[in-house]
């Protein structure tokens, strides 16, 4: 059975897009290669990220993730086993939402900051499935490019 993790952290400084491009590529290609699918959402120097695959590949892939110099403060909000990734179209989609669009995904406006909104993620798991329909939704209608 499919594992899946999603996980927020705050990048150590403003990525700027050839960095996120540099990112999403080596992503695509590790990701396709361990059999992992997922998507990774940044706004306001915050990575939202869905990993989704083999529960050791997610953990292991996790462990460098959390190694990395490039972003801290990694916390895992949701975790689960799923009947079939959500995301397996895509070896890493990538988006740039608001937080106007991130607080009404996840269900939450109450939150002012994407700290808070973190929190409340975190404190609230059972808005995680609808928060990732939402992000599939606007994937499916903005996204073209899945980096497969």
Do not use: C
Request: hydrophobic share 35%; proline share 5%.
């Amino acid at each position: 059975m499919p594992f899946q993790i999603v996980y927020a952290s705050r990048a150590n400084q403003p990525m700027a897009a050839e960095t996120l491009e540099k990112i999403l590529v080596d992503a695509r290609k590790g990701n396709a290669e361990r059999g992992i699918t997922g998507a990774l959402l940044y706004t306001e120097q915050v990575f939202f990220q869905i990993l989704e695959g083999d529960e050791k590949q997610v953990r292991q892939l996790m462990q460098s993730i959390n190694d990395d110099s490039r972003h801290s403060a990694v916390k895992v909000i949701y975790e689960t086993e799923v009947e079939s990734p959500a995301f397996a179209s895509w070896s890493m989609a990538y988006h740039t939402p608001s937080l106007e669009e991130l607080k009404k995904w996840t269900g939450l406006p109450g939150s002012v900051t994407i700290e808070e909104l973190i929190d409340k993620i975190h404190q609230h798991p059972q808005n995680v499935p609808q928060f990732l329909i939402n992000i599939l939704e606007t994937l499916g209608e903005d996204y073209t490019d899945k980096g497969d």
